[in-house]
């Protein structure tokens, strides 16, 4: 299997990216258990995610754009009927993978304010907790 030395790079930073998430995500569990207040860490968080994600889906929308145009135009000078469906598939791919990407930034930015809400919501029940007896109140 031929892998470019791009395509190693990007699983390098996707395979570091996802264990800094992790790592991040085990210290928050371990943190919330111990009844440390996370809001001050996690609001910060959620405001630079939102401040990012929609710049980010219009670069991405735009380099999606460019990038199927550069690969049509190179679809179109194709003389040899092999060299044509290698670009039509490349254009196939580019489009499924810019949809991906587009559909999951979509997600994150609709899913940080309701996932940090019910976290807000888990701490303060966590620092409340409800009075629970296993006693029934005998009806006399």
């Known amino acids: 299997m031929n892998i ?12 570091a990216f996802m264990a800094v998430i992790t790592m991040v995500a085990f210290t928050a569990v371990a943190f919330a258990e111990n009844g440390a207040d996370l809001t001050s860490v ?27 145009v550069i690969l049509g135009v190179k679809y179109a000078t194709a ?12 254009i196939k791919t580019a489009i499924i993978g810019y949809l991906l990407i587009f559909i999951l930034m979509v997600v994150l930015d ?3 304010g309701p996932l940090s809400d019910w976290m807000s919501k888990s701490m303060s029940s966590e620092n409340n907790p ?11």
Do not use: H, W
């Not at 395509?7 to 395979?15: D, E, N, P, Q, Y």
């Not at 630079?48 to 991405?60: A, D, N, Q, R, Y």
């Not at 409800?130 to 006399?140: F, L």
């Open 79 to 90: 003389e040899e009927p092999q060299e044509r469906e290698k670009r039509k598939q490349a």
């Open 4 to 15: 470019t030395k791009s395509r190693k790079a990007t699983r390098v930073l996707t395979m």
């Open 42 to 68: 996690v609001d910060p968080v959620v405001g630079l995610i939102k401040s990012f994600t929609k710049p980010l889906l219009l670069i991405v929308g735009a380099g999606g754009f460019l990038y199927c």
């Open 110 to 112: 609709r899913s940080v």
């Open 130 to 140: 409800v009075a629970t007896s296993t006693e029934v109140p005998e009806n006399n």
